[in-house]
């Protein structure tokens, strides 16, 4: 027997997957009988948006969505082994998969439960069918339930890239070693033992992470082989289509220029078009797009300076965008923005307001209401140039938006999915532009790309490659990378946190040695894990504080909102780098109240951070300051040489003074700390910090974090730990 191999529950009568369940979710669903039972499906199944059907030759696979941030990337990753895919609802009936022909199905992850309230309708006879099936996360453990195992929440989350160990005899793993870096993100697991019918395949030290019942060509896997942290997710899904399913190979993507171009002269026509550039490599591909099939004075293209541009940006737009030939119209709204409000929605996400009008932007607090009040502006003052400037109408003009995939799956959009939670509303997918996407006014050719699949567009249309590859910078601009606060934010079990990050940081003292909470500790960490704490923090002195602040993660595929951890050491010239990335792994795994987890440079923090710098975009001075130590930090990486060595880099103004000895309440913060976020990603859907002295030389982040330190009113620098998941690209 291999260690791979686990004790099986014994065969029972309700471990057979011969009858559908349903749960409480559907959207525009119309009721199928499926045996003795009705479950609700959607009248249109295809929700992928490709706009045209394989010829009856090509192999086709069904993605069944439960709500995945990364059903679009399965999708992808099919695509790319040239096999035909379809993106349709989780509650869709065997009967209909098998009037279509389709090879097999994958089965997304989700951020809903198997279990308890709002489970989500499937049907379950799909597990008992001849049709090969993959469950991915939340498919993983639906695959469980049905033949009558058991998934329950454990002591501890797993979110980042981490090592398993796999079954190289199954097929699923063919050409596999047995040790594989994967993702995995889920607060529920599948707990042993397993069913009989299933065999495990997969194990992360004692976790089940991979179940099979080879005979009916039945897998899942806890985690995701569709995203760039799991290394050989390519050879795995290889394996399931090619090998186990039998699937052919015979569907080839048309050439994305063509398909772009034609989808643009399909939906404009002769109609006017209106682009609202903001300089980044989404839009300007847009813009080239249109340029090819727009003439001139039917393409407006507007650039709206909104107050929170990085230094010069928007001159620089403009410059870049006139080179390729396209007139700009530029307009600076700086003073509108800063003292905008929207009106909210009475279903604006189920909120209750005092007042249907929302604070102004520079008073808002909230990070979602700052992204939607810039994101229903944006669309107000275009409409005001159109009008009073133009003498248009908004209804006589197609809006073109460079949307990605990524920003409607992280802003819930019905487009990508019916059950995704919104992780963060992005300011071209805000109530405002849906509803002008409803009256069929918007045009988005992009919709179904990814980044780097944008990028490789943009070379292919000719673009200059430092247009392409200059770093994205997000619709609300510096707005959502300045943190506000009006209190500190201490979460129901705050004071637990702040023990347990202290005995994680810790963890060797002899003094925790008789705490209940170290024993807590202990148990839930696997016993490498506890050797490594054990060294690490004998080898290095690591203090552990837990701030009184938020920031937006993504957890298990639904948005979290939680403390930020800062480590600090005395080793200024000797940063034990690889040590605090591991603890970064480890922090939010078993402090569920912690999703991000960042470095202050500096001597080791003594003093508790017990209150924050009130903030607000409101003084002058913050929306200057958070400009200059961005431009800073962004200008050392570019006179480095190390641009194109990184994804992407965040730069964070966040309402904490460090080293300050005061338990007043009243004590007014003054200073604000800077965080420092290079990081390292293809699609954007997942990624991980950039390793100083790997990914880029150590003296380059030294030098940022000096240079941006010598700024005015800088208590510390900080440098961003956290992989995604758990932590997003943004703060916010």
């Keep these: 027997m291999s260690f791979l191999s686990g004790k099986s529950r014994s065969s029972s009568a309700t471990s057979t997957p011969n009858a559908a369940v349903v749960g409480s979710r559907s959207s525009d669903a119309v009721e199928v009988n499926v045996g003795s039972k009705t479950i609700a499906t959607t009248t249109t199944l295809p929700v992928n948006g490709n706009g045209f059907l394989p010829s009856d030759n090509v192999d086709k696979v069904a993605i069944l969505d439960a709500g995945s941030q990364y059903g679009k990337v399965i999708d992808r990753r099919i695509r790319e082994l040239n096999v035909y895919t379809d993106i349709l609802p989780l509650e869709t009936p065997l009967s209909v998969l098998l009037e ?3 090879k097999a199905v994958i089965i997304s992850g989700g951020p809903s439960s198997v279990y308890g309230e709002g489970v989500l309708s499937f049907d379950a006879q799909i597990f008992n069918s001849p049709v090969p099936v993959l469950g991915i996360c939340y498919g993983f453990q639906l695959l469980n339930k049905v033949y009558g195992g058991t998934i329950a929440k454990t002591s501890r989350r797993n979110d980042g890239q981490t090592e398993v160990a796999v079954d190289e005899s199954s097929p699923l793993f063919k050409k596999l070693k047995t040790q594989q870096q994967v993702l995995l993100t889920h607060g529920d697991s599948v707990i042993a033992p397993v069913p009989a019918e299933l065999k495990v395949i997969a194990k992360y030290h004692e976790l089940v992470v991979g179940l099979a019942n080879e005979k009916n060509k039945k897998y899942g896997l806890q985690f995701h082989p569709e995203v760039d942290l799991t290394t050989n997710g390519a050879q795995i899904f290889s394996n399931f289509l090619f090998d186990i399913a039998e699937v052919k190979p015979n569907f080839r993507m048309n050439e994305r220029e063509k398909e772009c171009l034609h989808f643009l002269k399909t939906n404009i026509k002769n109609k006017t078009v209106l682009l609202l550039a903001s300089g980044g490599v989404d839009s300007t591909v847009c813009a080239a797009l249109l340029s090819k099939v ?12 909104n107050g929170f541009m990085r230094k010069n940006e928007s001159q620089e737009v403009v410059k870049n965008l006139s080179k390729l030939g396209l007139n700009v119209i530029h307009r600076n709204y700086s003073e509108r923005f800063h003292y905008a409000r929207r009106r909210r929605p009475e279903e604006d996400d189920g909120a209750e307001y005092v007042s249907v009008m929302s604070p102004t932007l520079s008073e808002t607090i909230d990070p979602e209401e700052k992204r939607k009040i810039i994101g229903d502006t944006f669309m107000e003052l275009a409409n005001h140039v159109l009008k009073d400037e133009l003498k248009l109408d908004m209804t006589d003009v197609l809006l073109c938006q460079g949307t990605l995939r990524p920003d409607l799956i992280e802003s819930a959009s019905k487009i990508a999915s019916h059950k995704a ?10 109530n405002f532009v849906r509803l002008l996407r409803d009256k069929g006014l918007v045009i988005e050719p992009l919709k179904d790309f990814h980044k780097d699949e944008v990028r490789k567009l943009g070379m292919d249309l000719g673009l200059p490659e430092e247009m392409v590859y200059r770093h994205p910078f997000p619709g609300p601009g510096l707005a959502v990378r300045v943190i506000c606060a009006s209190e500190p934010y201490k979460a129901r079990d705050y004071d637990r946190t702040v023990i347990l990050l202290r005995i994680i ?5 002899p003094v925790w040695h008789l705490s209940v909470l170290h024993e807590s500790v202990k148990q839930s960490l696997t016993p ?6 054990e060294a690490a923090t004998r080898e290095h002195k690591i203090a552990g504080h837990v701030l009184p602040i938020r920031s937006v993660g993504v957890q298990g595929d639904g948005r979290s909102f939680k403390h930020v951890a800062a480590l600090s050491t005395d080793e200024s010239s000797r940063i034990p780098w690889l040590v605090l990335f591991r603890l970064a792994e480890l922090i939010p795994r078993i402090c569920q109240s912690i999703s991000r987890v960042a470095y202050a440079f500096g001597p080791r923090i003594i003093y508790e951070v017990e209150f924050i710098t009130e903030t607000t975009l409101t003084p002058f ?6 400009q200059e130590v961005d431009a800073i930090a962004q200008q050392v990486l570019w006179d480095s040489g190390c641009y194109r060595k990184i994804a992407q880099m965040p730069v964070i103004l966040i309402p904490v003074e460090f080293d300050v000895d005061t338990v007043d309440p009243q004590y007014p913060g003054r200073k604000h700390s800077v965080v420092l976020r290079p990081f390292i990603s293809n699609d954007f859907m997942t990624g991980k910090a950039a390793i100083p002295g790997q990914d880029l030389p150590e003296e380059v982040v030294i030098k940022m974090a000096q240079s941006v330190a010598e700024v005015g009113g800088v208590s510390r620098v900080l440098y961003d730990l956290t992989c995604k998941p758990p932590g997003t690209t943004e703060w916010e």
């Design 100 to 102: 279509k022909k389709y």
């Design 294 to 305: 727009v003439p001139k004075d039917k393409l407006i293209v507007l650039h709206i300076d």
């Design 421 to 430: 939670d919104a992780i963060k509303t992005h300011h071209n997918d805000t």
């Design 505 to 509: 940081c810790s963890f060797s003292d």
């Design 528 to 533: 490498e894990e506890i050797t490594f704490l």
């Design 621 to 626: 001075h913050v929306v200057t300051k958070i």
